[in-house]
């Protein structure tokens, strides 16, 4: 297991050592509960709840993975603007047959995939600023899109 930058399998390794925490503190304290000298009966007490805490870590570090998950398959940053654009040459796509593909001679960016219909994907590379302050940070191919077709914005890198 990588401490440093744990992995969602790492969390459910651990999940799975708490759930057989809580099966091995169930089979002592049934034991203990069987045995017939009273004194060591009444000292397993304290593994009502210790078994019960275990299936909560247990809980906890399966929801923490699933996070870990759904965080890993959303790239950081990213644009996220409702459609896809050429990250070189921006509003540039066309989509024939669920494949999009950028129209420019030469450019030969292509995606398996309608690109048109989903978020962006890229990193945020630039800041859109409109007249009234708002801000919105764009990736490359969305930055050249509002310098061509929007007039009144400025479009800075972000460094
Ligand atoms: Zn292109
Ligand atoms: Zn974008």
Redo the contacts with the bound molecule.
Sequence with gaps: MSVERPTPADLRELAAAADSLAERIDTVRAALRAEDAGARRRAGFRLDDAAGNARQASRALEDTAGELARIAATPEHACGIEWGV?????S??TTTGGRSR???DG???TWGYDRLSTPCPEPVTHRITDTTGATQDVCD?HAIGARDRITDVTVEPIT
């Design positions: 050429c990250p070189r040459h921006g540039t796509i950028c129209t420019v450019c030969g960016n191919g």
